[in-house]
C-alpha cells in the first residue's frame, strides 16, 4: 500500500517536471550542432520544428509564417542587432533564404556568402499572426573557416589479395548546391560510384564508394581520397591518405644454402628459408628431394644437418601463413665424392690424369652436362615466379592460386605500375653484383650465375613484413 501510494507520488513529480519544461519552451527545433563551413560558400542548415501541444491552438499552419534566425544570445530585446535575418524583411544583414516549406514545419536555410564573421551560435524563432516563440534551448553552431576539412576514407573487413574490396570516402557538403568533388588515386584500377547521402543530422555529404581488387605489391601503398570544394570561381581541397594493409600468401620465397659447394660427409650444412608474407610466415617447411621422391625433413626457418651419405639431393622449402603458402626454388646439397654431384674439382682430376683413364674422361662428360643443368635451375629461380618450380609438393597448388589474381595484364595502368614495382624490386637487388662484374669486365652470362648467389650472401632488400635471414657463411653445427 505504501509503495503504490509513494510510486503514484513520484510519477506526478516527473509528469509536472516535464510539463513545467515543456511550459518553458513554447517552440520546438530540430538542427544539428554543428556546421563546419567554408569562407565564399554557402551554408543550408537542416531545420524543423514542431509546437507543444499547449500552444497548439494558437499556431495555424495556414497564416503566413514568418521565420527568423538570431545569433549568439535568443534574447533579442534590448539587442536588435542580434536579428540577422527576418523572412519577412526583403533586406537582412545575412543574405539567405528559408528554403524549407514552414507550412509544414520545415525552416531549412541557406546563408550565402558566407565570411568568418559568421561564427558564432544560432537560434531560431517563428512569428505568425497569434502566435510567436524562440527556441532557446537548441542553437546550431557554424563554425567558418578558410580550408575544407579532410574527407573520410572507411574500409570494411580484411583488404585481401585477390578479393575485390570496397572503401567509401566521405565529405561534408554543407553547401549541396556547390557540393565537393571527389577523386581517388590508387596503385591499380578501380572504379567509384558517387552519391549524395543524407546523415542522420539531416546534414548532407558527398560518398564516393571505390572498388578494387588488392595485390600484394599494394601493401603499404598510399591510396588518397581528394575532395575539391568549387567555392566562387576557384578551388579548395583538402584529402586524406591512408596506408593499404594488404594480407597475402606467402611469396619471393627462397632457400639458400650455406656452404654452396659440396661438402663432405660429417661437415655442417646450413639450410635457410625466406620469405614475405602478411601476416608474417609462421611455419617453416623443409623438403629433400632425392631419387625422384619428395620427402618432409624439417620444419623451421633454418635446417641445419651434420651430413651423411643419404642426404645428398635438392632441397627446398614452404613458407605458410593463415592465407596459403609459396614454395622456394630448390637448393643442391652435394656431397663430395659422391658421383651424383661433380664439380670442378673432378675436371681437376680429369686433367691431373689426362690420358691414363678413359674412364674417367667419360665421367668428366656426365658431369659437365649435369652441372650445366644445374645452372639453368638456378637461373630460373632468378626470374619473379621462380619459385613455382614444376615439381609436383603439397603447395604447389595454393601458391599458384594466389598469384594468378596479381597478372591479369589485360588493363595498362595496372601493367605500368607492377613493371614499376618489379624493376625497382631487381634493381636493388642486382646493382651491387652487377656493378662489380662492370669493374671486373665479366661478361653478362656470369653476372647471371652471380646474382643467383646472392640469396645466401645478402639479405632480401625488401621491406614488406615477412621473416628473413641471412645465412651464416661460417656457422658450425
Ligand atoms: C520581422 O519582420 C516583421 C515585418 O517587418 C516585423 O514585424 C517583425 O517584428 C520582425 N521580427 C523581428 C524579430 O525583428
Ligand atoms: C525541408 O526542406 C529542405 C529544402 O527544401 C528539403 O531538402 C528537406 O528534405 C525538407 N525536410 C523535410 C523533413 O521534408
Ligand atoms: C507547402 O506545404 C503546403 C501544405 O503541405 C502546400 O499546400 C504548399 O503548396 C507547399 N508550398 C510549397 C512552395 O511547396
Ligand atoms: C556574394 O558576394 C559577391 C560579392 O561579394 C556577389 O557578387 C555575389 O552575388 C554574392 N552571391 C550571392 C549568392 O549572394
Ligand atoms: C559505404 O557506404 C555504403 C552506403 O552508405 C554502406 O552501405 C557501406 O557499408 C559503406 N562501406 C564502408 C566500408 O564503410
Ligand atoms: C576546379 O575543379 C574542377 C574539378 O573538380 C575543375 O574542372 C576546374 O577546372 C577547377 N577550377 C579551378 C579554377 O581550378
Ligand atoms: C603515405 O601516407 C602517410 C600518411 O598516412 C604519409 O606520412 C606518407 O608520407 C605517405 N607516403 C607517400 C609515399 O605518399
Ligand atoms: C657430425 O657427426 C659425426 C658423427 O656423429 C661427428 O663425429 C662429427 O663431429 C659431427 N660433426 C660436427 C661438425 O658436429
Ligand atoms: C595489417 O594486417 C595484418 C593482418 O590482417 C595485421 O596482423 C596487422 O596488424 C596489420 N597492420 C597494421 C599496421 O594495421
Ligand atoms: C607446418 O607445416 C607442415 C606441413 O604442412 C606440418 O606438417 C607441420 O605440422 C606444421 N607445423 C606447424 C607448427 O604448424
Ligand atoms: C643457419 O643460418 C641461420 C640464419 O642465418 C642462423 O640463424 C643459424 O645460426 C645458422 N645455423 C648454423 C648452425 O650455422
Not at 560558400?41 to 499547449?54: G, N
Not at 578501380?190 to 547521402?197: A, D, G, P, Y
Not at 637487388?429 to 650472401?457: F, H, M
Given at each position: ?10 510519477i ?21 550542432d ?24 494558437k ?9 527568423v534566425?538570431?545569433k ?8 536588435p ?20 516549406n514552414?507550412s ?13 564573421s ?18 532557446p534551448?537548441?542553437s546550431?553552431?557554424?563554425d ?9 576514407i572507411?574500409v570494411?573487413?580484411?583488404?585481401k589479395?585477390?578479393?575485390?574490396v570496397s572503401?567509401n ?6 553547401c ?20 549524395l547521402h543524407?546523415n542522420?543530422d ?8 571505390m ?12 591510396i588518397t ?5 568549387p567555392v566562387?570561381t ?7 591518405n ?5 594480407s597475402f ?8 644454402i ?5 661438402v ?5 650444412v ?7 608474407a ?17 620427402t ?12 651423411t651419405?643419404?642426404d ?5 622449402c ?24 661433380v ?10 690424369t ?5 674412364l ?6 656426365i658431369?659437365?652436362?649435369r ?13 619473379p ?5 614444376p ?6 597448388n ?6 594468378e589474381?596479381?597478372?591479369p ?9 607492377y613493371?614499376d614495382?618489379?624493376f ?8 651491387p ?6 669493374v671486373?669486365?665479366q ?8 646474382v643467383?648467389g ?21 656457422g658450425?653445427?
Amino acid at each position: 500500500m505504501a509503495c503504490s501510494e509513494n510510486m503514484f507520488f513520484l510519477i506526478g513529480f516527473f509528469m509536472s517536471g516535464v510539463l513545467a519544461c515543456f511550459g518553458q519552451r513554447d517552440l520546438i527545433t530540430t538542427m544539428p550542432d554543428r556546421l563546419d563551413v567554408l569562407t565564399g560558400s554557402c551554408v543550408q542548415i537542416p531545420c524543423s520544428f514542431d509546437i507543444p501541444d499547449l500552444h497548439k491552438d494558437k499556431f495555424n499552419s495556414a497564416i503566413l509564417l514568418s521565420g527568423v534566425w538570431i545569433k549568439e544570445n535568443p534574447y533579442f530585446g534590448e539587442r536588435p542587432d542580434r536579428v540577422i535575418f527576418n523572412s519577412s524583411e526583403t533586406v537582412n544583414r545575412y543574405q539567405g533564404k528559408i528554403t524549407g516549406n514552414m507550412s509544414q514545419k520545415n525552416c531549412t536555410t541557406v546563408f550565402f556568402n558566407v565570411t568568418t564573421s559568421y561564427s558564432d551560435i544560432y537560434y531560431f524563432r517563428i512569428e505568425s499572426k497569434p502566435f510567436r516563440a524562440t527556441d532557446p534551448e537548441k542553437s546550431v553552431y557554424i563554425d567558418v573557416r578558410d580550408l575544407p576539412s579532410s574527407p573520410i576514407i572507411s574500409v570494411s573487413g580484411e583488404v585481401k589479395e585477390g578479393t575485390p574490396v570496397s572503401l567509401n570516402c566521405s565529405a561534408f557538403a554543407p553547401c549541396p548546391e556547390h557540393p565537393p568533388e571527389l577523386t581517388w588515386i590508387l596503385p591499380t584500377q578501380f572504379t567509384t560510384e558517387n552519391q549524395l547521402h543524407k546523415n542522420t543530422d539531416q546534414t548532407i555529404s558527398v560518398l564516393s564508394t571505390m572498388t578494387f581488387t588488392p595485390s600484394y605489391l599494394h601493401h603499404e601503398k598510399n591510396i588518397t581520397c581528394t575532395a575539391v570544394y568549387p567555392v566562387g570561381t576557384s578551388n579548395k581541397t583538402a584529402e586524406h591518405n591512408m596506408m593499404l594493409n594488404v594480407s597475402f600468401s606467402p611469396k619471393d620465397t627462397l632457400a639458400s644454402i650455406s656452404p654452396a659447394d659440396s661438402v663432405s660427409v660429417g661437415s655442417c650444412v646450413n639450410l635457410t628459408c625466406s620469405s614475405t608474407a602478411n601476416p608474417p610466415v609462421t611455419n617453416f617447411t623443409w623438403f629433400q628431394i632425392s631419387g625422384g621422391k619428395t620427402t618432409q625433413v624439417a620444419s623451421g626457418l633454418s635446417y641445419t644437418l651434420n651430413v651423411t651419405a643419404g642426404d645428398g639431393g635438392q632441397y627446398f622449402c614452404e613458407a605458410r601463413n593463415s592465407h596459403g603458402c609459396g614454395k622456394s626454388n630448390e637448393v643442391q646439397l652435394a656431397i663430395k665424392g659422391q658421383e651424383e654431384t661433380v664439380n670442378t674439382m673432378v675436371f681437376g682430376i680429369a686433367a691431373g690424369t689426362l690420358g691414363v683413364l678413359l674412364l674417367i674422361s667419360l665421367i668428366s662428360v656426365i658431369g659437365w652436362r649435369r652441372n650445366s643443368r644445374l645452372h639453368d635451375g638456378l637461373e630460373r629461380t632468378d626470374s619473379p615466379q621462380g619459385q613455382n618450380s614444376p615439381v609436383g609438393t603439397v603447395c604447389t597448388n595454393q601458391a599458384t592460386a594466389g598469384e594468378e589474381p596479381e597478372e591479369p595484364a589485360e588493363d595498362q595502368p595496372e601493367e605500368i605500375q607492377y613493371g614499376d614495382i618489379d624493376f625497382s624490386k631487381l634493381q636493388t637487388k642486382e646493382i651491387p653484383a652487377a656493378a662489380q662484374d662492370r669493374v671486373q669486365g665479366q661478361e653478362s652470362e656470369y653476372a647471371e650465375v652471380n646474382v643467383t648467389g646472392r640469396g645466401a650472401q645478402e639479405p632480401p632488400l625488401n621491406n614488406l613484413d615477412g621473416l628473413y635471414a641471412q645465412v651464416n657463411k661460417t656457422g658450425g653445427c
